[in-house]
């Protein structure tokens, strides 16, 4: 296995512990919210835990990913060497992503880097949507870009036989993709 294949392997793994985690805590609070009983203490801290240990990160009691965490970026390409530091923070509903040595525009360029003060790119859920905003130019105030991820959802997947609904829609769900013939899925639910 090549160093792209285990790094590929290993962010695949976090991403499914990280998939989970919020599916466990975004039901745990639902029904806090709903004000039925849940064991949402153990559970929450339980799937800390499990965050820290696949990321390799430490997660603060307010949990905030703290910003020396370790997490590095990586150049893909093999003539460069660069590498940048990444320090992640939620706060206000936005998760904030900041790299050493960039900022906005609104923000001092002496401060503490891994505050979530220095963001350049943030994930927020704005009218139901997920999106995610850029700030890829430190002279403007406003993000240069904002991208709504509806797109990205797992029900928008067409399917490989017809193009319809079929991964989301099983009931519909065309022979094709039901028989997985040419085996297009089989091989995905493994990975």
């Known amino acids: 296995?090549?160093?792209?294949?285990?790094?590929?392997?290993?962010?695949?793994?976090?991403?499914?512990?990280?998939?989970?985690?919020?599916?466990?805590?975004?039901?745990?609070?639902?029904?806090?919210?709903?004000?039925?009983?849940?064991?949402?203490?153990?559970?929450?801290?339980?799937?800390?835990?499990?965050?820290?240990?696949v990321c390799g990160i430490k997660v603060e009691p307010d949990h905030t990913i703290v910003e020396d965490a370790g997490i590095i970026l990586v150049d893909q390409h093999p003539e460069y060497e660069t590498r940048r530091k990444i320090g992640i923070t939620e706060d206000n509903n936005l998760v904030s992503v900041e790299f050493d040595g960039y900022n906005n525009c609104g923000t001092c360029d002496s401060a503490e880097f891994g505050k979530g003060q220095r963001t350049i790119a943030g994930f927020e859920v704005w009218e139901g949507e997920l999106r995610c905003l850029v700030w890829a130019d430190i002279n403007k105030e406003d993000p240069t870009h904002v991208i709504c991820l509806d797109g990205a959802k797992v029900t928008a997947r067409l399917c490989e036989y017809c193009g319809g609904s079929c991964p989301s829609d099983h009931d519909n769900a065309c022979d094709g993709f039901i028989g997985d013939i040419d085996n297009l899925y089989g091989g995905k639910d493994e990975q």
């Open 1 to 53: 296995m090549t160093e792209n294949e285990e790094l590929r392997e290993r962010v695949r793994h976090e991403i499914k512990a990280l998939e989970q985690a919020y599916r466990d805590l975004a039901w745990m609070a639902r029904r806090y919210a709903a004000g039925r009983h849940t064991h949402a203490p153990d559970t929450v801290k339980r799937h800390i835990e499990n965050v820290e240990k």
